[in-house]
């Protein structure tokens, strides 16, 4: 089993800067990806970014690129999502997901899903 905690959500203005946290714990998490998703009230819960365990292969979905950066320090078994020039659309619950092998945008390829943290962009 893996355990994943999410950090760092809170409230921001248009335009600021947040950083998520996902600490893992459990089994060894190598050579698994990475990936933030995110879900806002009422719709489904959509790909945010991903990253490999080398980090040599980064993912990142139409919405948050150029804006949300993800990377991962393996001795820490933590990864960071820095979500800058953030907008009142960004808001959501952000969740952490793990997979063995490579990262994947779709959500039901991951095995292990973290609670979630909030992010609300105020306008």
């Known amino acids: 089993q893996v355990q994943l905690v999410e950090s760092g959500g809170g409230l921001v203005q248009a335009g600021g800067s947040l950083r998520l946290s996902c600490a893992s714990s459990g089994r060894t998490i190598r050579w698994y990806a990475m990936a933030w998703f995110r879900q806002a009230p009422g719709q489904e819960r959509e790909f945010v970014a991903a990253?490999?365990?080398?980090?040599?292969?980064?993912d990142a979905g139409d919405s948050v690129k150029g804006r949300f950066t993800m990377s991962r320090d393996n001795a820490k078994k933590t990864v960071y999502l820095q979500m800058d020039s953030l907008k009142p659309e960004d808001t959501a619950v952000y969740y952490c997901?793990?997979?063995?092998?490579?990262?994947?945008?779709?959500?039901?390829?991951?095995?292990?899903w973290g609670q979630g943290t909030q992010v609300t962009v105020s306008s």
């Open positions: 990253i490999s365990y080398a980090g040599s292969i980064t």
């Open positions: 997901a793990t997979r063995f092998g490579e990262p994947k945008r779709r959500k039901s390829e991951y095995d292990y």
